[in-house]
C-alpha cells in the first residue's frame, strides 16, 4: 500500500514496485483515506510519507497499526529531521528510508521491511539506537526487566543480543551457523513471548536490558 500525496511520486512507486512483483492493493494520497482503507486492503507494507496534507505520518501509523496490526510500516520521506524519524519509530513504524534512495535500496528495503527487518537510510540506524541507548540509561519505564517477564531461550536470547547490534537475519545465521528460517523463526517466537511488533521494538527491549553490551 502506497500512501504519498504527490501523485506522481506516488504513482512512480506503486510502477517500481508492480514491475518488481509485488501486488500494490492500495494507493493514497491522504492520511484519514489511509486508514480508512488498510484493514481491507490488508497491505503486507504500508510504504508512507512523514508529511501529509491532513494528518502526519505518525497520526497514520497509530491507526494502521490499530486498524491492520499485521501490516509493516516502511516510512519514505523528504526529511531526515532527527525528531521526525524517532517519532515514526516509536509510533511503530518498521523502517525509515529517504527519498534520494536509489531504485534498487528501496526495493531492498520493502523486501526487508515485508520480512520484519528495521530498515534504515545509512547514519538514521545510528540515530534511532542512541536514542534508545540514551532513554535506557535515563531509567526509562521499560528499564527494569519485570518479574512477570517471559523467560526466553538460551538461544532466543543469543539471537536478541545480535538483534540489538543491528545484524541482519543473514549476518546473524552466519554468526551462529544457523538458517535464515530459523533465524526468523527465533525472532518471531521472542516477539510473541514479549508481545512486541517488530524488530524495532526488539532492538530497544534489548538495549534497555544491556544485551548489546
Known sequence: MVVDDHPMWREGVARDLAEAGHEVVASCGEGRQAVRVVAAARPDVVVLDLQLPDISGVEVIRGVRAAWPSARVLMLSASGEQQGVLDAVKAGATGYLLKSAGHAEFLDAVRRTAAGEPVFTPGLAGLVLGEYRRLAAAGGPQSQQDDGTPRLTER??????????????????????????TVQ????????????HNRVELTRYAIERGLDD
Open 156 to 181: 532466543e536470547t543469543e539471537v536478541l543480543r545480535l538483534v540489538a547490534k543491528g545484524m541482519s537475519y543473514k549476518q546473524i545465521a552466519g554468526r551462529l551457523g544457523l538458517s535464515h528460517r
Open 185 to 196: 523463526n527465533h525472532v518471531q517466537n521472542t516477539l510473541g513471548k514479549l508481545q512486541l
